[in-house]
């Protein structure tokens, strides 16, 4: 089957839906990534339906995300309650469902199914076996990686977690990595072969993230306009480091004593997760102890609309992380025209080109000076705001579809048996979950 050829597509999403709010819980660029993707996909003409858990009896079993994709609402487990970890106990329950839905469609309705993190992987592997079509999956976050450079206060993922992706990386027909570098550690961490492993970088929507008057936006925001502007945009996390930006502005104060709330305008824009739940004041906690207060602006999650009138009203965007795989805030940013310190991890460099400043490592006296540096110096942000638009521009949704659109006639063209054990055939439970 080509790529011209493929009708219909499952995704699976257990853990979180295309419909949550980015920015707070486990919403995040896997959230924006499924459904961008999801709406570009049906405006070429094809019908995507997601597959996830349902975490409220407030939204109907279905739902039309856009003309031509439906978010499925899968009951597995209770409502509420369930973190992340407790998933894994609620696959079967999952799978269950999906094998119902799929009962009501005609035999080979759907012609891909397209897994996203390993918990969906689990689910996709038995879904493509059943409905006898490649499984392409997309791991957006490895275990092994992330375990390779734990925040502090980061809990590591779970022994159970590696093992099943593991089992994910070799049922997959094909792999779909954000970078070349994610494409390298499919390989070197989980014997990944190569020839099933395709790099497919996300994207931004450059009709959304576009450049703007920082001022106009900084009136609408209620931000000062001499101010200098730094945003940290993600959930708060010990992962994602917001405390990082916290204490590198510390420092940047001491070394600019004159400087008031009218100066310096630090902006958090998000909502407490993972981890982060078990403490969600200790940012705030940690700005008082430092003298911060007065210059942070706790934010909720924003729509895209204000989120990009908060990039462009920043002078910088800081995206501090332990780990991404790619880094939508990156791009997002600098299709607005404003530049990023990044951390030299996963697949920032990448989202950050020549655009932005690299900052290898997590010293908070790195971070001070890279970020005193670049508020110090207007015209080399003149200069990394040119190059920012001109770097994200090649960064669409659309490009990112096409190369998925590919991906998945590739997994056509080579799938082979799904290495499914006749246990989970005869159960319906995933080969993970099988004693």
């Not at 014997?191 to 450059?206: E, I, W």
Request: proline share 8%.
């Amino acid at each position: 089957m080509t790529p011209d050829e493929i009708r219909r597509i499952a995704m699976f999403s257990v853990h979180t839906s295309p419909l949550e709010q980015p920015g707070t819980g486990d919403a995040g660029g896997m959230n924006v990534y499924i459904a961008e993707v999801a709406k570009q996909l049906a405006r070429r003409g094809r019908e995507v339906e997601i597959f996830t858990r349902a975490t409220t009896g407030a939204l109907p079993p279905t739902v039309e995300l856009a003309p031509g994709v439906t978010v499925r609402h899968i009951t597995a487990g209770p409502y509420e309650g369930l973190a992340k970890n407790d998933l894994p106990g609620q696959l079967c329950a999952f799978a269950a469902g999906v094998m119902r839905a799929g009962a009501a469609r005609p035999e080979g309705w759907f012609d891909v199914v397209h897994s996203h993190y390993w918990l969906s992987g689990q689910v996709g592997w038995l879904a493509a076996d059943r409905w006898r079509t490649p499984l392409v999956h997309t791991m957006h976050t490895m275990a092994r990686v992330k375990n390779a450079a734990l925040a502090e206060g980061e809990r590591p993922e779970p022994p159970g977690r590696e093992i099943g992706e593991a089992q994910v990386v070799e049922a997959a027909d094909l792999l779909t990595a954000n970078t070349a570098d994610e494409a390298c550690q499919l390989v070197t961490l989980y014997a990944a072969d190569p020839a099933r492993v395709a790099v497919v970088p996300p994207g931004v929507d450059l009709d959304v993230f576009t450049p703007g008057d920082r001022y106009a936006a900084r009136s609408r925001l209620g931000l000062p306009h001499r101010a200098h502007v730094v945003l940290f945009v993600g959930r708060i996390q010990p992962l994602k480091a917001p405390d990082l930006l916290v204490k590198a502005a510390r420092q940047v104060l001491d070394k600019n004593p004159g400087w008031t709330p009218d100066d310096l305008v630090v902006g958090i824009l998000g909502g407490p997760s993972g981890s982060g739940l078990e403490h969600p004041e200790s940012l705030a906690k940690l700005a008082a102890e430092l003298g911060m207060t007065a210059y942070l602006r706790f934010v909720p999650p924003a729509d895209r609309a204000t989120l990009a009138q908060w990039y462009r009203a920043a002078d910088v965007v800081t995206v501090p992380s332990y780990n991404e795989s790619f880094g939508l805030v990156a791009i997002e940013s600098l299709a607005c025209g404003t530049p990023v310190i990044a951390a030299k991890v996963g697949g920032l460099p990448t989202a950050v080109g020549d655009a932005g400043v690299l900052v290898d490592g997590h010293d908070v006296g790195d971070w001070a000076r890279a970020l005193d540096g670049l508020l110090a110096d207007p015209a080399r942000r003149e200069v990394l705001a040119g190059r920012a638009v001109r770097h994200a521009s090649g960064f669409g949704w659309a490009a990112t579809t096409e190369r998925l659109l590919q991906a998945y006639g590739e997994a056509c063209r080579t799938q082979t048996p799904s290495p499914i054990t006749e246990a989970s055939l005869l159960t319906g439970v995933p080969a993970a979950l099988v004693p």
